[in-house]
């Protein structure tokens, strides 16, 4: 199999190494070209991008990348820990880096948009539930899902409200 190398910048020099790829380097996986790639996609991320996603932002950098190799990629950096998949409704897989350490997700039903965010009250909610039931907790995650309350119209001039 081929592989490409990412995009080198016109000074000729590899970009600095991204994020996720140096926890790839760190957990001793072969960097290829199209896995660096793919990396820095999923580093500047600012959201949570599904597989297909991850290929069309990809592939805009290089086109020589295949959405198997992406698939393949993302199964690999979610066996080494270094995303998670995620199931925020839609039938699409959704994938976070680990290394943005503990939060959790508000997912807005209807335009799809995700909020991620910290609550020390849920933490340690959880805490006592776990304590209460005799466990120690390792871990949760907590996943809302939502909708924004619809705004009541505004009144129309020379009509009362009754």
């Known amino acids: 199999m081929q592989t490409s190398a990412a995009p080198t910048p016109p000074n000729g020099n590899r ?5 996720i790829e ?6 001793g996986l072969k960097m290829t070209g199209q896995r660096r790639l793919i990396a820095r996609v999923l580093s ?3 959201d949570h991008p599904d597989v297909e996603e991850l290929y069309r ?3 805009a950098l290089d086109a020589r990348i295949s959405v198997a190799t ?14 998670e998949r995620r199931d925020f409704g839609g039938g699409r897989a959704r994938f976070d880096p680990t290394d943005r350490g ?13 909020i991620e ?3 020390a009250d849920f933490e340690r909610v959880a805490r006592a539930i ?5 466990f120690t907790l390792i871990g949760q995650r907590l996943e809302l899902f939502g909708r924004r309350p619809e705004e009541a119209p505004p009144a129309r001039p020379g009509r009362k409200r009754r």
Do not use: M, N, W
């Open 15 to 19: 970009p600095d190494p991204s994020r």
């Open 22 to 27: 140096q926890l790839c380097v760190e957990r």
């Open 44 to 46: 500047e991320a600012e």
């Open 57 to 59: 932002r990809a592939s």
């Open 70 to 83: 992406v698939y393949r990629t993302v199964r690999l950096l979610e066996e080494k820990g270094i995303v």
């Open 102 to 114: 503990h939060h959790h997700h508000l997912i807005d039903v209807d335009s799809g948009k995700v």
């Open 117 to 119: 965010f910290e609550d």
């Open 130 to 134: 776990a304590e209460r039931l005799g």
